[in-house]
């Protein structure tokens, strides 16, 4: 359930046209649904800022299909990473307006009547062989609610395709740079831009590339200072941490009746 539900749900107690009663009866399923093998935070979107996103992966498709359809009754928004056709087609039984990303194995269902777009990341790759994380760190950045600018196949072999777009990259709050092979980008447009870069090691490279492994040390032990690093191939968690950065929390506000701290005159003894 969404923070906009919730605040409808109690203006509706508060003007009268909701019981309390009813008012409870929509909030039973909050923090969690239990369906088994299978239980849905829907307090995830109020803690975190995002509904709980399904990894399919390892997941059977009715598994994804019972999950699709729990989160979808309570929001309107679901997101599926590491998905197969298979997972796709059982979820469309439930979603006829689901969605499929192929290259990027996605999941989604977007409801909205209109799509949130605020700030600004830049995703940028190394080569176009590390698209299918890249697409998967864009597409779930942008189902956050977050606008995202491609820069692909911009890696160290030919930097000039990169400093070409210096003005793009110093424009974003932050920027997710994918590279597999011996993982150099991320290194480099740390050190051109102020904001902060999310570096993504993908499995993509040659026997002594040991599946991204290289990628990642060379990522760890980068000199630019500003860059943080994920797991291989994990576009989604560098969405998830670029749209935090990217749409800091708001502060909450103290309710009315707290009470006040005391001014610094009011502090002698």
Do not use: W
Not at 247 to 268: F, G, I, K
């Amino acid at each position: 359930m969404d923070p906009d539900r919730i605040r409808t749900l109690l203006e509706a107690v508060a003007g009268g046209s909701l019981s309390t009663g009813d008012a409870l009866e929509h909030l039973r399923s909050l923090p969690f649904t239990d369906q088994g093998d299978v239980k849905i935070d829907h307090h995830r979107g109020l803690r975190c800022g995002f509904a709980e996103v399904i990894l399919c992966e390892g997941k059977t498709a009715g598994q994804v299909r019972t999950a699709g359809r729990e989160i979808l009754e309570h929001g309107d928004v679901l997101l599926g990473t590491r998905a197969t056709a298979s997972h796709y087609q059982s979820l469309a039984q439930v979603a006829s307006d689901a969605r499929y990303f192929e290259q990027a194995r996605l999941i989604v269902v977007d409801r909205r009547e209109e799509r949130p777009s605020e700030g600004h990341i830049v995703v940028a790759t190394g080569g176009s062989a590390d698209a299918p994380v890249a697409e998967e760190a864009a597409i779930s950045a942008e189902v956050m609610g977050n606008r995202v600018t491609r820069l692909y196949d911009v890696g160290v072999a030919g930097v000039h395709r990169l400093l070409a777009h210096e003005d793009v990259l110093r424009s974003a709050r932050a920027i997710i740079a994918v590279a597999g092979m011996e993982g150099a980008l991320p290194s480099i447009v740390t050190g051109l831009v102020r904001c902060p870069v999310i570096a993504v090691p993908t499995s993509i490279g040659y026997g002594a590339n040991f599946g991204g492994v290289s990628a990642l040390l060379t990522m760890l032990n980068s000199c630019a200072s500003g860059l943080a690093v994920v797991n291989i191939d994990n576009g989604f968690g560098a969405a998830a941490m670029a749209s935090r950065i990217n749409q800091p929390a708001e502060e909450t506000a103290a309710p009315s009746d707290a009470p006040s701290r005391p001014s610094a005159e009011d502090d002698t003894p």
